[in-house]
């Protein structure tokens, strides 16, 4: 009769012999075509200032290192506590500014777990699905953006000044008084196609500058 503790003992001293290496490459590659699917998304709708093609290749590489880490140890337990212990002391110390960058990590790890365990067709489907509604989410929000209006003029100037972004929907963000000259800094949001307002400001007598800058996340571009 078998019993918990023989079962207990064989998942800690049985030996990895479900692997096999046909197993293991068609994991691997399942793994590379998914982190692929990552990858191409990733340059297509980046949105920040400057695109990371590092960071693109560390998403596959992503995908394929936990692919060969999860199907090493999935057959036996005495390894996945070795490789547990293992990454316990490794810190990784480069800072992620975006916070997206952090959800396409996340999405490469689950698609190297799902293959790793031999789960091809549902890593793959949740790699599209993901893929379909992080692009939908992006095109949703495409023709409205958020961006800093700073406007520099004489104190002479400030009544058509305000009379031209009266209607505007803005939100103060900083005023800087200087001798003769008020300098005004608001945050909207606008369609991109409507900014000819900036150049009806900056023909005002009186305006210095009107500068029209786009924000995105913790960057201005």
């Known amino acids: 009769m078998t019993t918990f503790a023989d079962i207990f003992k064989k998942s800690f001293l049985g030996k990895a012999e479900i692997l096999t290496l046909e197993g293991f490459v068609v994991s691997m590659l399942a793994a590379f075509i998914c982190g692929m699917i990552v990858f191409l998304v990733y340059r297509k709708y980046y949105s920040g200032v400057i695109y990371n093609n590092n960071f693109n ?18 057959s036996n337990v005495v390894l996945s506590l070795g490789m547990v212990g293992a990454l316990s002391i490794v810190r990784y110390r480069t800072a992620i500014k975006d916070p997206l960058d952090v959800g396409f990590l996340f999405w490469t790890v689950a698609v190297g777990v799902t293959c790793g365990a031999g789960l091809y067709m549902i890593s793959f489907t949740g790699t599209v699905f993901i893929a379909f509604v992080f692009i939908w989410l992006v095109k949703c929000r495409i023709g409205r953006h958020q961006y800093l209006l700073v406007i520099k003029y004489l104190d002479g100037a400030a009544e058509k000044v305000e009379k031209e972004i009266k209607f505007r929907k803005k939100k103060l963000k900083n005023k800087t008084v200087v001798k003769d000259y008020t300098e005004l800094t608001y945050e909207m949001d606008i369609d991109e196609e409507d ?12 305006v210095k500058s009107a500068v029209l800058i786009e924000f995105s996340g913790d960057y201005i571009v």
Request: glycine share 6%; charged share 5%.
């Open 57 to 74: 290749i560390l998403l596959v590489m992503t995908c394929v290192v936990t692919c060969f880490m999860v199907s090493v140890i999935s």
């Open 195 to 206: 900014t000819s307002f900036v150049h009806v400001l900056s023909g005002i007598e009186g």
